[in-house]
Antibody
């Protein structure tokens, strides 16, 4: 069965960096675009970024452009999100999700990132 | 970016009620809309894609309709496990965007 397992969350000071990982199994990872979606405490869902199947095409939400980088290693079935210059507004649970062209069909359980001094 | 406005933001309903949630897009998105259900502490789950197609395994009491700018998610007869928050998401253009959510609570 499809499994997505995020890791790498934690408490980080403002201005610092963090890298999230998402380990995928149960499907052909290299056949799917992959997304990151976040949810601040008590708030709604916010789409963050997507990478195409081969990693050559990437899109970002405006507030993270230039600070976050999505990437993937198809040989390791792993998705990444490098987050730099973190601010308190980036505090959220971060989910990875498997994309189809018209939906996000599978989601991980999420990893919590807390930006605090 | 395309904005999605959901209404209402919350509603109270009873088991067995018919519930309708709307999602309005700031510009036409054809049928490029998905609906998700999220219960507290859990990841969202896909219910509907392409505005009206039911995801495998989702009960038939859930249905979606609409195209262009106006969309609807309907639960025909509310069950206890349906008390949750529902989100729409557009897939027409990047950046992808979500609606603000509709929380369905027990009356």
């Amino acid at each position: 069965q499809v499994q997505l397992v995020e890791s790498g969350g934690g408490v980080v000071q403002p201005g610092r960096s963090l890298r999230l990982s998402c380990a995928a199994s149960g499907f052909t990872f290299s056949s799917h675009g992959m997304h990151w979606v976040r949810q601040a405490p008590g708030k709604g869902l916010e789409w963050v970024a997507v990478t195409s199947k081969d990693g050559n095409n990437k899109y970002y939400e405006d507030s993270v452009k230039g600070r976050f980088t999505i990437s993937r290693d198809n040989s390791k079935n792993t998705l990444y999100l490098q987050m730099n210059s973190l601010g308190v507004e980036d505090t959220a649970v971060y989910y990875c999700a498997r994309g189809n062209w018209n939906s996000l069909g599978y989601w991980g359980q999420g990893t919590l990132v807390t930006v605090s001094s | 970016a395309i904005q999605l406005t959901q209404s209402p933001s919350s509603l109270s309903a009873s088991v067995g009620d018919r519930v309708t949630i709307t999602c309005r897009a700031s510009q036409g998105i054809s049928s490029a809309l998905a609906w998700y259900q999220q219960t507290p502490g859990k990841a969202p789950q896909l219910l509907i894609y392409d505005a009206s197609s039911l995801e495998n395994g989702v009960p038939s009491r859930f249905s979606g309709s609409g195209s262009g700018t106006d969309f609807t998610l309907t639960i025909s007869s509310l069950k206890p496990e349906d008390f949750a928050t529902y989100y729409c998401q557009q897939f027409k253009n990047y950046p992808l965007t979500f609606g603000g959510g509709t929380k369905v609570e027990i009356k």
